[in-house]
T-cell receptor, first 111, second 113 residues
Framework: GENVEQHPSTLSVQEGDSAVIKCTYSDSASNYFPWYKQELGKGPQLIIDIRSNVGEKKDQRIAVTLNKTAKHFSLHITETQPEDSAVYFCAPNTGGFKTIFGAGTRLFVKA | KAGVTQTPRYLIKTRGQQVTLSCSPISGHRSVSWYQQTPGQGLQFLFEYFSETQRNKGNFPGRFSGRQFSNSRSEMNVSTLELGDSALYLC????????????FGSGTRLTVV
């Protein structure tokens, strides 16, 4: 079955610094690569996604890059703010009826 | 547009009892998935329904079951509750077709005592 790994599991940065989280997957049929943010007491929220025909996508301070050959994609957050503190999940998908989530990365942004 | 609604938000049950959780997806979304979230195990896939049919199931015992109605609302049931079933149960819906992201509800926090 699909194997999804996220690194690091915990990340602590100073406000204003950049943060990068990497997701590695095993299923070469994956064609959709989203990132979710989960804040305390809430369900995960889709924050950015990319499809397999695109290498990079940006939305203000966040970006996702995809390397299909190496089977990994990364979340980049620039100019981090305290409100970016949350748990982030990747969830590569083949378009089928089962999505495996990464174990999550807990991001702490220190003011 | 209303989001994904899960009821109840909190539930306390005794070992051996059964429980039913409810999920109303975003209007127009026909696919509903359920996940169990625990601190040690992350988000574990339970099952996904589309057009009233279970399309895939995760690695959970038969005590966990679900169904989807014609209006796409979904319920999941856990029978003979065990202490280890204590978790946050999340429901998510998504649009039809490949490569759509999920919209999650806020979850139901189940505590088994």
């Amino acid at each position: 079955g699909e194997n999804v790994e996220q690194h690091p599991s915990t990340l602590s940065v100073q406000e204003g610094d950049s943060a990068v989280i990497k997701c590695t997957y095993s299923d070469s049929a994956s064609n959709y690569f989203p990132w979710y943010k989960q804040e305390l007491g809430k369900g995960p929220q889709l924050i950015i996604d990319i499809r397999s025909n695109v290498g990079e996508k940006k939305d203000q301070r966040i970006a996702v890059t995809l390397n299909k050959t190496a089977k990994h994609f990364s979340l980049h957050i620039t100019e981090t703010q305290p409100e970016d503190s949350a748990v982030y999940f990747c969830a590569p998908n083949t378009g089928g009826f089962k999505t495996i989530f990464g174990a999550g990365t807990r991001l702490f942004v220190k003011a | 547009k209303a989001g994904v609604t899960q009821t109840p938000r909190y539930l306390i049950k005794t070992r051996g009892q059964q429980v039913t959780l409810s999920c109303s997806p975003i209007s127009g979304h026909r696919s509903v998935s359920w996940y169990q979230q625990t601190p040690g195990q992350g988000l574990q896939f339970l099952f996904e329904y589309f057009s009233e049919t279970q399309r895939n199931k995760g690695n959970f015992p038969g005590r966990f079951s679900g169904r989807q109605f014609s209006n796409s609302r979904s319920e999941m049931n856990v029978s003979t509750l065990e202490l280890g079933d204590s978790a946050l149960y999340l429901c998510a819906s998504r649009g039809q077709g490949a490569a759509f992201g999920y919209t999650f509800g806020s979850g139901t926090r189940l505590t088994v005592v």
